[in-house]
Nanobody, 115 residues
Framework: QVQVVESGGGLVQAGGTLRLSCAAS????????MGWYRQAPGKQRELVAI???????NYPDSVKGRFTISRDNAKNTVYLQMNSLKPEDTAIYYC?????????WGQGTQVTVSS
């Protein structure tokens, strides 16, 4: 069974930076895709960034140019570098892992951006 653990959330001021990490353990082979989703109060969970094993990435317009996703395939770890944070980025951020056709989620890490 794959276990997914996030870290790096916290409270920052608008314009600040934050770096999230997510490690997937328990898999015998490398992860197919990893990424980040977020969910703010009153809203549905939305894609923040995703990266495939080959390195291709996808970002929505809301974070494009500010967030950068990367991964270490050997460690099955994904990172999210968040720059120029806005109060609208406040949400619980969930790590997303796709492995052998199944999807796994982390428990979430809170990101709060103050005005």
């Amino acid at each position: 069974q794959v276990q997914v653990v996030e870290s790096g959330g916290g409270l920052v001021q608008a314009g600040g930076t934050l770096r999230l990490s997510c490690a997937a353990s328990g898999s015998a082979f490398s992860i197919d895709a990893m990424g980040w989703y977020r969910q703010a109060p009153g809203k549905q969970r939305e894609l923040v960034a995703i990266i495939a094993k080959g390195g291709s990435t996808n970002y929505p317009d809301s974070v494009k140019g500010r967030f950068t996703i990367s991964r270490d395939n050997a460690k099955n770890t994904v990172y999210l570098q968040m720059n120029s944070l806005k109060p609208e980025d406040t949400a619980i951020y969930y790590c997303y892992v796709r492995y052998t056709g199944l999807i796994y989620w982390g428990q979430g890490t809170q990101v709060t951006v103050s005005s």
